[in-house]
C-alpha cells in the first residue's frame, strides 16, 4: 500500500514504526501543502515565534509591516532527513519521489528577510527547525503510543 500526495510517497507497507502509521502523519501536511517535489524549499517555524513577534509589533510605538519568518530555507528532503534521523531510520528506504505527479511550481525555494523585525521589534525566531522536526515527530509518536501529544507541542 502506499499514500501519495505532491509527488511524494511514503510508502506503509516499508515502514516500521508504532502504527505503522508515523512517517506519513508527521510529514503530510508539509509535503501536501508546501511542495510538488523534495528539493523545494521553504521556512518553516514554531507558530509561538510568530506569536511572539505579532505580540511585539502590537507593542511599537507605531504599526508598521515586518517580514516574519525563520530566514532560513529547509528542502522537503531536509525535513525527511531529520525526522527519519530522530528515530533512528534511514528516509531514503520510506520515501519515493514519483516524477509522474510532480508539478511545477513557481519558485523551488522560499526565504524570508526578517532583518526588520530583528531590528526594530528585537525579534529573532527562537526554535531551531532541527528543534522543531523533534517536536514534530516527537508528539506523533506519543500519540501513537496513546500519550498526550498536545502538551509536547504547546509547551513552545
Known sequence: MSITQSG????SDKASYVGDSLPWDVMRTIISER???????AGISVAG??????????????????VIG???SYSIRDFCEMAFA????????????DPALLRPIDSLVTVAQP????QVLGWRPRTPFKTLVAMLVDARVDALRGGNSQ???ANV
Open 35 to 41: 511542495s510538488s517535489a523534495i528539493s523545494t524549499c
Open 115 to 118: 532583518a526588520k523585525a530583528a
Open 49 to 66: 515565534d510568530y506569536a511572539e513577534a505579532m505580540w511585539l509589533a502590537l507593542q511599537a510605538d507605531a504599526g508598521d509591516d515586518y
Open 8 to 11: 511524494i510517497s511514503l510508502s
Open 86 to 97: 530522530h528515530v533512528g531510520k534511514d528516509w531514503r528506504a520510506h520515501v519515493e519521489v
Open 70 to 72: 525563520a530566514g532560513q
Open 151 to 153: 502538551s509536547a507541542v
